[in-house]
Antibody, heavy 118, light 108 residues
Framework: EVQLLESGGGLVQPGGSLRLSCAAS????????LSWVRQAPGQGLEWAST????????YYGDSVKGRFTISRDNSKDTVYLQMNSLRAEDTAVYYCAREVLPGYFDLWGRGTLVTVSS | EIVLTQSPGILSLSPGERATLSCRAS???????LAWYQQKPGQAPKLLIY???SRATGLPDRIVGSGSGTDFTLTISRLEPEDFAVYYC?????????FGGGTKVEIK
């Protein structure tokens, strides 16, 4: 089955760190551009980050730039999102998505909830 | 950054009726690189339309995307029970990728 499965979400204090993982199956991961898109509770969608097929190029939205780092391990069919200096406004469901260039998303995971609160 | 404004915010309709959803961009979307997604409660978004009018695999004919430049429309000709959801537009012609605020199609 073609799918993306996120993990690693949870409750973290402001200023803390968390690493999300997204495991892919059912398609050729190493030739796929992957992204993270987030959705705050009751709100709309916000693109956060994208990584190229080799991992050599990464892109970030302004709200996460300098705090989040996207990476991938093509030997494990997994993409990661390292989140540092977390803020309350980072509270959201984080979705992993396969990006079809030049930039729409044709496959989404179920999401993992990150809650930043003291 | 391109801002996408979706209207109306909420659309109250009955099954069998026609739904017309609007997505307006703050500047022209390059090459009409606009996508539409459907999201149901507790679920991930699902791709419906890309390139303003190209259907995703398996999308029924009653759902049609149209438009160009700054004005785009998603039309559902006859609402089925499974169509009641929130719909988002997204532009991918300019960086950063941006989404509209969504239109909720609810049962009247």
């Amino acid at each position: 089955e073609v799918q993306l499965l996120e993990s690693g979400g949870g409750l973290v204090q402001p200023g803390g760190s968390l690493r999300l993982s997204c495991a892919a199956s059912g398609f050729t991961f190493s030739t796929s551009t992957l992204s993270w898109v987030r959705q705050a509770p009751g709100q709309g969608l916000e693109w956060a980050s994208t990584i190229s097929v080799t991992g050599s190029t990464t892109y970030y939205g302004d709200s996460v730039k300098g705090r989040f780092t996207i990476s991938r391990d093509n030997s494990k069919d997994t993409v990661y999102l390292q989140m540092n200096s977390l803020r309350a406004e980072d509270t959201a469901v984080y979705y992993c998505a396969r990006e079809v260039l030049p930039g729409y998303f044709d496959l989404w995971g179920r999401g993992t909830l990150v809650t930043v609160s003291s | 950054e391109i801002v996408l404004t979706q209207s109306p915010g909420i659309l109250s309709l009955s099954p069998g009726e026609r739904a017309t959803l609007s997505c307006r961009a703050s500047q022209s979307v390059r090459s009409n690189f606009l996508a539409w997604y459907q999201q149901k409660p507790g679920q991930a978004p699902k791709l419906l339309i890309y390139g303003a009018s190209s259907r995703a695999t398996g999308l029924p004919d009653r759902i049609v995307g149209s438009g160009s430049g700054t004005d785009f429309t998603l039309t559902i000709s006859r609402l089925e029970p499974e169509d009641f959801a929130v719909y988002y537009c997204q532009q991918y012609g300019n960086s950063p990728l941006t989404f509209g605020g969504g239109t909720k199609v609810e049962i009247k």
